[in-house]
């Protein structure tokens, strides 16, 4: 079983970035697929990055390709998401999200573990 913490959510103006944080309890971090997911009020949970378990595939959902950044430091247990160039519609609370099971990278009820959530806030 793991506990995940995320941290780095805020206030910021577009086009500003923010650096989301994750750490990740337990010692088989590097045995679970990772992902952030965000949830815009009045809306579905949404699929934005996931690093596979090997460290070799990152996926991202297209509206932030190019801007978000999803990396992953399993010896310290940590996940991050460098986000650029910050839009209104980015506003949300970004989930981290863990999984030991295969599947769709995009689908929430594959993964068992969620933190409690970041609060971003992008002004126009």
């Known amino acids: 079983q793991v506990q995940l913490v995320e941290s780095g959510g805020g206030l910021v103006q577009a086009g500003g970035s923010l650096r989301l944080s994750c750490v990740a309890s337990g010692r088989t971090f590097s045995s679970y697929t990772m992902a952030w997911f965000r949830q815009a009020p009045g809306k579905e949970r949404e699929f934005v990055a996931a690093?596979?378990?090997?460290?070799?595939?990152?996926f991202y959902e297209d509206s932030v390709k190019g801007r978000f950044t999803m990396s992953r430091d399993n010896a310290k247990n940590m996940v991050y998401l460098q986000m650029n160039s910050l839009k209104p519609e980015d506003t949300a609370v970004y989930y981290c999200?863990?999984?030991?099971?295969?599947?769709?990278?995009?689908?929430?009820?594959?993964?068992?573990?969620w933190g409690q959530g970041t609060q971003v806030t992008v002004s126009s």
């Open positions: 690093f596979s378990r090997t460290g070799g595939s990152t």
């Open positions: 999200a863990a999984r030991t099971t295969s599947g769709n990278y995009r689908t929430p009820l594959l993964y068992a573990y």
